[in-house]
């Protein structure tokens, strides 16, 4: 994904109210609907297997190993290692080149030089594809960008749309592009998104189909043989008119039909397309299709918490598109068993407690079982029992602590993995605790104080600071009736709702203000709780218990 599909992914992922629920399950159905066309590339050609690909987004700063941003090109090689191993063969990378300024910080061409290298190294050390993702019309403010390294940048601190009726603009970006993607000549394939963040006010589809085809003209002059993808998602023109309203709509088929229409007119061999597979069908180029499957593994953005349990993303791998399927997550180092899931239903093969116990002695032999029960306690309800579960992963001695064969995928630490383990499930259960206080209208300071402590050590542990949600975090937040709390959560970016402009504020405007506010949510949210819980415990009669955690993990 790129970016700005925040401002409606950011819908569905939170806690919402029934109103919202309609358009929420309509962006999940795009989300997992979208698909990726991996055709016509030589080194797609060298194999006829199926892709199986995994999405590393680094549009979020924060810390290593959390974000793939930090990660050293050790890291890439082990969680790539890791990835072959379990089955995947691809990997699409979104470099954030949108808001590299001009000229590029240092720490922007280390970053440069450090994915051609990973390019380079997925082709030669384990003969995996690897893909590059755009979005079609972000550029940087460049005296806002060059504030932050690349590691620390902000996206919506500093990006900006170019119209793409501006011949003078448009070219300034294409030769901005055609510098930096020069060091990444050696890629499969570019994918272009269609929107998130992308479009323009009054844009239309005749314009972004000259925009793809100015990227097929730059590609040729770069390589011959890089594949263009169109990524289709919530449309050029449905994204324009979210620009020009403030509130967000998605293209109609009748739109995306056109664009597609007018794509396969120009023909810009080779290309690929994601997304519309059953447009695809009707226009007779369904054998250019990859579902994508996104949010299957991870949704984002999303403030890190290991997925596990259900279908989601077994399933998600178990639907491939005509030519594959194509995975993604937020916090990879923390996504491992929904990663593992993804790609056993992408091989058509089970998934049951014992192999999950199996993948799990494979990172941490001799932990097989204590990883997954932890696993299982850290998607349950019952806090005394992710008490417990937490309470024995801290004992563990580092002599049982020793790396396996998917050693990779712990980024060289098996006991910050342990750490993590733990330190998720004392934030559930500090959750799990405060939602059981207001439902029965109980005393809430002892829970929350519990929450906020667990939360604060977890986000300082990653360094997270976009959009925090979970299902029913709202909900429990509201029920505190806590004035700072709820100044917080009445801050949140609803992109379905009619705009609040401030005076003089055009809808263009804030939209990218609305998406800015959210880069900083997680640490403005915990400074809140963190108020209330002081306030409250002030006023709260007698001294906090300490919680019991006798009770043993299950």
């Given at each position: 994904m790129s970016g700005q599909i925040q401002a409606f992914k950011r819908v569905y992922v939170r806690p919402m109210a029934v109103g919202e629920k309609l358009a929420a399950k309509l962006v999940v159905l795009l989300g997992t609907a979208l698909v990726l066309a991996l055709c016509g590339t030589a080194h797609a050609d060298e194999t006829h297997e199926k892709l199986v690909g995994m999405y590393v987004h680094q549009h979020w700063p924060y810390h290593h190993p959390y974000a793939a941003r930090a990660w050293t090109l050790e890291d890439w090689r082990g969680y790539a290692d890791g990835l072959h191993r379990l089955g995947y063969n691809a990997m699409l990378i979104w470099p954030v080149l949108e808001t590299m300024p001009e000229p590029p910080t240092a720490s922007d061409r280390a970053n440069l030089r450090k994915i051609a290298r990973v390019i380079d190294m997925l082709h030669h050390q384990f003969g995996m594809r690897a893909y590059i993702v755009l979005c079609p019309n972000v550029i940087a403010?460049?005296?806002?960008?060059?504030?932050?390294?690349?590691?620390?940048?902000?996206?919506?601190?500093?990006?900006?749309?170019?119209?793409?009726?501006?011949?003078?603009?448009?070219?300034?970006?294409?030769?901005?592009?055609?510098?930096?993607l020069a060091v990444l000549k050696n890629m499969d394939g570019l994918a272009i998104i269609d929107s998130d963040p992308g479009g323009y006010p009054g844009a239309t589809n005749e314009q972004f189909a000259n925009l793809l085809?100015?990227?097929?003209?730059?590609?040729?002059?770069?390589?011959?043989?890089?594949?263009?993808?169109?990524?289709?998602?919530?449309?050029?023109?449905?994204?324009?008119?979210?620009?020009?309203?403030?509130?967000?709509?998605?293209?109609?088929?009748?739109?995306?039909?056109?664009?597609?229409?007018?794509?396969?007119?120009?023909?810009?061999?080779?290309?690929?397309?994601?997304?519309?597979?059953?447009?695809?069908?009707?226009?007779?180029?369904?054998?250019?299709?990859?579902?994508?499957?996104?949010?299957?593994?991870?949704?984002?953005?999303?403030?890190?918490?290991?997925?596990?349990?259900?279908?989601?993303?077994?399933?998600?791998?178990?639907?491939?598109?005509?030519?594959?399927?194509?995975?993604?997550?937020?916090?990879?180092?923390?996504?491992?068993?929904?990663?593992?899931?993804?790609?056993?239903?992408?091989?058509?093969?089970?998934?049951?407690?014992?192999?999950?116990?199996?993948?799990?002695?494979?990172?941490?032999?001799?932990?097989?079982?204590?990883?997954?029960?932890?696993?299982?306690?850290?998607?349950?309800?019952?806090?005394?029992?992710?008490?417990?579960?937490?309470?024995?992963?801290?004992?563990?001695?580092?002599?049982?602590?020793?790396?396996?064969?998917?050693?990779?995928?712990?980024?060289?630490?098996?006991?910050?993995?342990?750490?993590?383990?733990?330190?998720?499930?004392?934030?559930?259960?500090g959750f799990e605790s405060l939602r059981a206080a207001v439902d029965h209208s109980g005393p809430v300071a002892e829970p929350l104080g519990e929450f906020v402590t667990a939360a604060a050590r977890w986000?300082?542990?990653?360094?997270?600071?976009?959009?925090?949600?979970?299902?029913?975090?709202?909900?429990?937040?509201?029920?505190?009736?806590?004035?700072?709390?709820?100044?917080?959560?009445?801050?949140?970016?609803?992109?379905?709702?009619?705009?609040?402009l401030l005076p003089g504020e055009t809808p263009f405007q804030y939209v990218g203000r609305k998406l800015a506010e959210e880069e900083s949510n997680s640490p403005r949210l915990l400074h809140a709780l963190e108020s209330a819980w002081k306030r409250m415990a002030s006023e709260a009669p007698g001294p906090v218990p300490v919680k019991d955690q006798a009770r043993t993990c299950r």
């Open positions: 403010r460049d005296e806002a960008a060059a504030k932050a390294t690349f590691e620390k940048r902000h996206f919506f601190y500093c990006d900006a749309r170019v119209n793409p009726g501006d011949p003078v603009a448009m070219r300034r970006l294409l030769e901005r592009r055609s510098k930096l085809m100015a990227h097929r003209k730059l590609l040729d002059q770069l390589r011959p043989g890089i594949e263009l993808i169109y990524w289709m998602h919530a449309g050029w023109l449905g994204y324009g008119r979210f620009y020009e309203t403030g509130k967000l709509s998605f293209s109609t088929e009748a739109e995306q039909t056109d664009m597609l229409l007018r794509l396969k007119a120009l023909n810009p061999e080779p290309w690929g397309l994601a997304n519309g597979l059953d447009i695809a069908k009707k226009l007779g180029i369904a054998e250019r299709v990859i579902s994508f499957n996104y949010g299957r593994i991870e949704g984002e953005p999303s403030f890190p918490m290991s997925n596990f349990g259900g279908n989601t993303a077994y399933e998600g791998g178990a639907q491939p598109g005509p030519r594959g399927v194509m995975g993604n997550a937020q916090t990879h180092c923390i996504q491992l068993p929904n990663t593992f899931a993804f790609s056993r239903g992408a091989a058509g093969k089970p998934v049951t407690e014992a192999d999950y116990v199996a993948f799990a002695q494979d990172l941490v032999p001799g932990l097989g079982e204590a990883i997954v029960r932890a696993w299982k306690d850290l998607a349950g309800s019952d806090p005394v029992t992710m008490r417990a579960c937490a309470a024995e992963l801290e004992r563990l001695p580092s002599w049982r602590l020793k790396p396996g064969p998917l050693k990779g995928l712990l980024f060289g630490n098996p006991r910050r993995f342990v750490n993590d383990l733990a330190m998720m499930l004392r934030v559930r259960a986000q300082r542990q990653h360094g997270y600071e976009n959009t925090w949600w979970w299902p029913n975090l709202d909900e429990v937040l509201r029920k505190l009736n806590a004035p700072e709390v709820n100044a917080v959560l009445d801050t949140r970016f609803d992109p379905f709702a009619a705009p609040k």
